[in-house]
């Protein structure tokens, strides 16, 4: 059975940098071959939102709150995703959470990222 583990949240102060993982289990070669991921967060009183996602083919792309400041990135030998977050903000606090399509649509269970001073 698929499974995603999120990790790498915590406390991190304005302008700091934090890296996501996303490690995926259960899969075969085709799922980071074939497969889309992504990054989404939900904010305190705010809907769920996509941050970020990557297709088969490497092409990314960004929520234009994020551009410029995170990176998505995946390791197929390690069956891993990455969201490098730099220059962080106060809004950039949310539970973020991993999104992969492969024949099915699988989730995460979120990790909190707490950006504050």
């Known amino acids: 059975q698929v499974q995603l583990v999120e990790s790498g949240g915590g406390l991190v102060q304005p302008g700091g940098s934090l890296r996501l993982s996303c490690a995926a289990s259960?899969?075969?070669?085709?799922?980071?071959?074939?497969?889309?991921m992504a990054w989404y967060r939900q904010a305190p009183g705010k809907q769920r939102e996509s941050v970020a996602t990557i297709n088969a083919y490497g092409t990314t792309t960004y929520a234009d709150s994020v551009k410029g400041r995170f990176t998505i990135s995946r390791d197929k030998a390690k069956n891993t995703v990455y969201l490098q977050m730099n220059s962080l903000k106060p809004e950039d606090t949310a539970v973020y959470y991993c999104?992969?399509?492969?024949?099915?649509?699988?989730w995460g269970q979120g990790t909190q990222v707490t950006v504050s001073s």
């Open positions: 259960g899969v075969t070669g085709s799922f980071f071959t074939f497969g889309a």
């Open positions: 999104n992969a399509k492969w024949r099915n649509t699988y």
